[in-house]
């Protein structure tokens, strides 16, 4: 009997169950990468580009993709390149993976308003357009009056001539304006 006890009282299937949690664990990872509102665009995005809905996006769900937003003349070839950036089939879970991977690196919203808050020490959550401009065209990875331009552009200064760096902060974590929600 004591054998028989012994037996029982070490797992048979170790390894196995450690391969699978393992598994479980690399798979949930990808969600946790983003917020419940951002997988549920995720999703409708995907949804939107299945186009024959088999759960999967292929060439073809690219293709008529395209011509949904007016690109008609695709080729081949670069479709098959969009295709070989993916690891395998595009399904859901590789598709949020993909956004994920395309994210990764870009700082918590918390550390880049941090960052900006340098140039704000009264904590307004707005900076005057003139002194950002100044400060990214002639300090570190100096930007050109284009880029400042285009981001004035992106990221209008109020009346008062400031940009609200917290709304600029939001947009580069979440992929979004918080007003327009």
Same mark, same amino acid.
């Given at each position: 009997? $004591?054998?028989?006890?012994?037996?029982?009282?070490?797992?048979?299937?170790?390894?196995? +169950?450690?391969?699978?949690?393992?598994?479980?664990?690399?798979?949930?990872? =990808?969600?946790?990468?983003? &917020?419940?509102? @951002?997988?549920?665009? *995720?999703?409708?995005?995907? %949804?939107?580009?299945? @186009?024959?809905?088999?759960? *999967?996006?292929?060439? $073809?769900?690219?293709?008529?993709?395209?011509?949904?937003? #007016?690109?008609?003349? =695709?080729?081949?070839?670069?479709?098959?390149?969009?295709?070989?950036?993916?690891?395998?089939?595009?399904?859901? %879970?590789?598709?949020?993976?993909?956004? #994920?991977?395309?994210?990764? #690196?870009?700082?918590?919203?918390?550390?880049?308003?941090?960052?900006?808050?340098?140039?704000?020490?009264?904590? @307004?959550?707005?900076?005057?357009?003139?002194?950002?401009?100044?400060?990214?065209?002639? @300090?570190?990875?100096?930007?050109?009056?284009?880029?400042?331009?285009?981001? *004035?552009? $992106? *990221?209008?200064?109020?009346?008062?001539?400031?940009?609200?760096?917290?709304?600029?902060?939001?947009?580069?974590?979440? #992929?979004?304006? +918080? &007003?327009?929600?």
């Amino acid at each position: 009997m $004591n054998g028989i006890g012994r037996a029982r009282g070490k797992p048979p299937n170790e390894a196995p +169950k450690k391969a699978k949690k393992k598994a479980a664990e690399a798979s949930s990872n =990808v969600f946790s990468m983003f &917020e419940q509102a @951002q997988i549920q665009e *995720f999703k409708e995005a995907f %949804t939107i580009m299945d @186009q024959n809905r088999d759960g *999967f996006i292929d060439k $073809n769900d690219l293709r008529d993709t395209f011509c949904a937003l #007016g690109r008609l003349n =695709v080729g081949n070839d670069e479709l098959d390149e969009m295709l070989k950036m993916a690891p395998g089939p595009i399904n859901f %879970t590789i598709f949020l993976s993909m956004f #994920g991977e395309k994210l990764k #690196g870009t700082d918590p919203e918390e550390t880049i308003i941090n960052a900006f808050k340098i140039f704000d020490p009264e904590g @307004q959550g707005v900076l005057k357009g003139e002194d950002i401009k100044y400060y990214i065209m002639s @300090q570190a990875d100096k930007f050109t009056e284009a880029e400042v331009e285009d981001m *004035f552009t $992106n *990221f209008p200064l109020d009346v008062a001539g400031n940009l609200d760096y917290k709304n600029l902060c939001y947009v580069i974590t979440h #992929g979004e304006d +918080k &007003e327009a929600e």
